[in-house]
């Protein structure tokens, strides 16, 4: 399997990719930031090339075909880059989705939510509404802080990654929830 990779340096992206390659597949280019210094050494010691969007698209044509691109990126993938995988382009989202489609952690905390959840789901054109390919719920203590519930989100959104992953390798078809 050819991989696109994108993403800012989390918790999670860095382990992703380190799973990613662990599982010997071929990672074809990464859209990281500059400043993303874990990443960038992964992908060096992997021969991976990497860059910005704009990078990506000049070197695209030398690339071999893309089967999926995984994100975890932190603005909208465009066209014509979102449509350059061949089944389809995945965002791994440290919120349960849709419900907390533009809120962050402190939504949960402030209006005493009892859970949260990561989202593994198709990216479309716009932020954060594409058909959801499963969203992993979790309960969450009452006083749980800021800081407790982010790491929590991202132990689960790369058990998550790890799952969907393991599906794709399988040779299973991702499917969306009915929603």
Not at 70 to 90: D, F, M, N, Q, T
Not at 145 to 154: E, F, G, I, R, T
């Amino acid at each position: 399997m050819n991989f696109l990779f994108m993403g800012k340096e989390t918790m999670t992206s860095v382990p992703s990719l380190k799973h990613l390659l662990t599982q010997g597949q071929n990672v074809v280019f990464a859209v990281i930031r500059p400043d993303d210094e874990k990443l960038k050494s992964m992908c060096e010691s992997a021969g991976i090339p990497y860059g910005s969007e704009e990078e990506f698209l000049s070197q695209q044509k030398n690339l071999p075909e893309i089967d999926y691109l995984l994100s975890y990126y932190w603005k909208l993938v465009k066209e014509p880059i979102l449509k350059l995988a061949r089944y389809g382009s995945i965002n791994f989202h440290p919120g349960p989705l849709p419900e907390a489609r533009g809120s962050g952690y402190h939504a949960a905390i402030l209006e005493k939510w009892n859970y949260w959840g990561v989202t593994a789901h198709w990216m479309d054109s716009t932020f954060d509404t594409g058909r959801i390919i499963e969203c992993s719920r979790f309960s969450i203590p009452a006083n749980i802080v800021n800081c407790d519930l982010v790491q929590m989100a991202h132990e689960h959104l790369y058990g998550l990654f790890c799952v969907i992953l393991d599906r794709i390798l399988a040779g299973d078809k991702l499917s969306a929830e009915s929603q």
